[in-house]
């Protein structure tokens, strides 16, 4: 059955447990491979108090138990006299099938089934949704696509996701995957002078050619090298662009042609009312301009108007996003 909404561990009808005093709080945690921030916001969206803590990697016990102790340290801190709402976002998804982790780069977490388990042990109902979505959440909800009914958020950082928003609400699909814009083919491949599209990188998903091996930060860097021998970081490749260096301006043209490419099937696909962009490579100025004409370029249509903007939220939209995962109306 088709999940428009995030999925909601057992025990969702006690949402009436949750608020303090009409001054509603809800928590949002974004479960990292390396760090676990969380934060509070209130019915407004505005931010009551943060934390970061170490991730306790490759301990599923150690896992619960430091979200258990995060949300405890956020409440006191907010002076709760209730329990709030409590969101998390997960580098995986959770299987509609076995109601277990899946697809999760945070290994620990697969198999496990992490949103009744989280559940239980804080005593309250729990929303835990794909970290991608999470990011297009928060700027739905008050950040580049505030007011937008359709909003795609990717993610360009060490991988690539994305997430879809539509009215407010996440849209995981059918099987959990909905988003899973990284692991498509890049579309229509090409002939560069330094080597051919096809088949494409070996991605970690066992398949070649997926998005995210050409368009990532790893796969951006991966791509200079091939062309130049150099290897560099895709934040020293963006700089040497920017400063004027061939061979830079070169890798930077292919980064851009593949975005240009990869966006226009979703809007061919999806037609989104805006593109938000997340992630380490979202913060690189020049995408602004590069890519709506070739969005343009390659969609079936004889004109694009979507919007591309970089995430409001910046770093912050996938904590922000898991506190959203509960509306205020749904709280009273």
Known sequence: MKSPS????????????????????????????????????????????????????????????????????????????????????????????????????STWLIGHPFDRDLATALGRPVRVEN????????????????????????????GCGSGIVVHGRPLSGRNAVAGEWGHNPLPWPRAWPHGDERPGPACYCGKHGCLETFVSGPGFAADHHAATGETLAAEEIIARAAAGDPAARASFDRLTDRLGRGLAAVVNLLDPDVIVLGGGLSNVDALYAALPPLIERWAFSDRIDTPVRRAVHGDSSGVRGAAWLWRPEELG
């Not at 970290?131 to 909003?151: F, K, Y």
């Open 131 to 158: 970290d991608a979505n999470c990011l297009a959440v928060s700027e739905a909800a008050d950040g580049a696509g505030a007011g937008c009914p359709v909003v795609f958020a990717a993610i360009l950082g060490t």
């Open 6 to 105: 995030p999925r909601a561990a057992p025990g969702a009808g006690l949402g009436r447990e949750i608020g303090m005093d009409g001054a509603m709080i809800r928590i949002g945690i974004d479960l990292g491979g390396t760090k676990t921030e969380g934060i509070a916001l209130d019915r407004d969206g505005n931010q009551m108090a943060r934390r970061r803590v170490p991730t306790p990697r490759d301990d599923y016990a150690a896992t619960v138990r430091t979200i258990v102790q995060l949300v405890a340290a956020l409440e006191a801190e907010c002076g709760a006299t209730a329990k709030a709402s409590v969101g998390v976002g997960i580098p995986g998804i959770i299987s509609p099938a076995t109601g277990l982790v899946k697809n999760a780069n």
